[in-house]
């Protein structure tokens, strides 16, 4: 069973307006939860992470992403977005039921920025 | 610090040939990671180490793959013999031990293809 859902494989929006990337999650524990950035032809780079602590958490580049427990998500966004943020975003969740290693991408949201 | 180190970062072979590639993960990092990019699967965890021991390997797709991690600043994966589906970007990713183990610093990526 997957155990995170990317809602949009692609997202198109122009610059200077808000992302909103969604993900859902499925986990019968508390789990952590992640927001990695791939650019063309590199590796990813982790954004943000969600370790149960603060439900509102803040990371790179003005983006930021809220855990919702109830709603099982974890959606990502940024206010205004930038040329730059034109990448490729995956939602990643480690469940505790599986081994501490075993991290799970989702299936990645292409983003595309426009003048 | 260089970062996490993969080579080659492309590969172009036959199929049959046997293909080894290559991680040097950052100094003092304590885990490392093997996961395979394709179109139609994503990203996929093969196989991962802690302090150079095979933890979780339930990802590696057959036995023509192999991984290895001899020491704590190298890591191999090695595929014999090679087929064409397994042409992909091979990524190896590296990660600290407490207080921040489940950041993983991701490689450039090699980019693999059998022919």
């Known amino acids: 069973a997957q155990s995170v859902t990317q809602l949009d494989s692609h997202v198109s929006v122009s610059e200077g307006t808000p992302v909103l990337l969604r993900c859902n999650y499925s986990s019968s524990y508390s789990p952590s939860l992640f927001w990695y950035v791939q650019h063309p032809n590199k590796g990813l780079q982790l954004l943000l992470k969600?370790?149960?602590?603060?439900?509102l958490v803040k990371g790179i580049n003005g983006f930021e992403a809220e855990f919702k427990k109830s709603e099982t998500s974890f959606h990502l966004t940024k206010p205004s977005a930038h040329m730059s943020d034109a990448a490729e975003y995956f939602c990643?969740?480690?469940?505790?039921?599986?081994?501490?290693?075993?991290?799970?991408f989702g299936a990645g949201t292409q983003v595309v920025v426009t003048p | 610090d260089a970062g996490v180190i993969q080579s080659p970062r492309h590969e172009v072979t036959e199929m049959g040939q046997e293909v080894t590639l290559r991680c040097k993960p950052i100094s003092g990092h304590d885990y490392l990671f093997w996961y395979r990019q394709t179109m139609m699967r994503g990203l996929e965890l093969l196989i991962y180490?802690?302090?150079?021991?095979?933890?979780?390997d339930s990802g590696m797709p057959e036995d023509r793959f192999s991984a290895k991690m001899p020491n704590a600043s190298f890591s191999t994966l090695k595929i014999q013999p090679s087929e064409p589906r397994d042409s992909a970007v091979y990524f190896c990713?590296?990660?600290?031990?407490?207080?921040?183990?489940?950041?993983?610093?991701f490689g450039p990526g090699t980019r693999l293809t059998v022919l």
């Open positions: 990643v969740v480690r469940t505790a039921t599986d081994s501490w290693g075993k991290f799970q």
């Open positions: 969600y370790t149960s602590a603060a439900t």
């Open positions: 180490f802690n302090n150079n021991v095979p933890i979780d």
């Open positions: 990713a590296s990660s600290p031990g407490p207080p921040n183990p489940d950041t993983q610093y």
